[in-house]
């Protein structure tokens, strides 16, 4: 069963436009992560937060937490044609394994 | 590149037939995992390895089965395959277990006909 479910399903944006993805979770969560998958490759971690972090950030990326939700936001900033590809939140990790949503999957138009 | 390996890349085989997918892990990454890719079911947690001993089990049918080996690389048996098989099947790894980040191998896309 799905833990995490992204929103939107798709997202199409122009190069240099901001994308913001938003993940809900069901259960209580230890900590959230967030994978990038090219078409039909390997899943790359982008970045992990903490369930007593709110806001966390790498490079472009900018994460959210709202654990009295059950939700996360992912911001991309300044969006490159490379950043084509489908976005996964997942929980656990632990004795269940990582558990994603259905992902979301960007498209930047040039 | 994230450090796993996996083999083979494709493999094509036939319903009820048996295949192995291998995985090497990180270096000095002691967890595999295996997960599952389907267009109906999303990404599902099949199995955890933690240092040789079976940690965790998610959905995993009892068609399949994994062990890890002492040099840490594992493997993922499937069984009497059949057509709903058919997916994308990744190895992930991570230096502990639980609550932290994996890498993921590239996987093995297998079809069943």
């Known amino acids: 069963s799905q833990q995490g479910e992204e929103d939107p399903q798709a997202l199409s944006i122009q190069e240099g436009e901001n994308a913001t993805m938003n993940c809900s979770y069901k259960?209580?969560?230890?900590?959230l992560q967030w994978y990038r998958q090219n078409s039909g490759r390997g899943l790359v971690h982008l970045i992990l937060?903490?369930?007593?972090?709110r806001e966390k950030h790498s490079g472009r990326l900018r994460v959210t937490l709202d654990t009295s939700k059950k939700s996360s936001s992912l911001l991309i900033t300044a969006s490159r044609a490379a950043d084509t590809a489908s976005y996964f939140c997942?929980?656990?990790?632990?004795?269940?394994?990582?558990?994603f949503g259905k992902g979301t999957h960007l498209i930047i138009q040039p | 590149d994230s450090g796993v390996t996996q083999t083979p890349k494709h493999l094509i085989t036939a319903t009820g037939q048996r295949v192995t997918l291998r995985c090497s892990p990180r270096?000095?990454?002691?967890?595999v995992y295996w997960y599952q890719q389907s267009l109906d079911q999303g990404l599902q947690f099949l199995i955890q390895?933690?240092?040789?001993?079976?940690?965790a089990k998610g959905n995993i049918l009892e068609r399949f089965s994994a062990q890890q080996f002492p040099d840490l690389h594992s493997e993922l048996n499937l069984s009497s395959l059949e057509l709903g098989d058919s997916a994308l099947y990744f190895c992930?790894?991570?230096?502990?277990?639980?609550?932290?980040?994996?890498?993921f191998g590239p996987g093995t896309r297998l079809t069943v006909t």
């Open positions: 390895y933690y240092n040789g001993e079976e940690r």
């Open positions: 270096s000095g990454d002691l967890s």
């Open positions: 992930a790894s991570s230096a502990r277990s639980g609550g932290y980040e994996q890498y």
């Open positions: 259960t209580s969560i230890n900590n």
């Open positions: 937060i903490r369930s007593n972090e």
């Open positions: 997942a929980t656990g990790g632990g004795a269940d394994g990582l558990t």
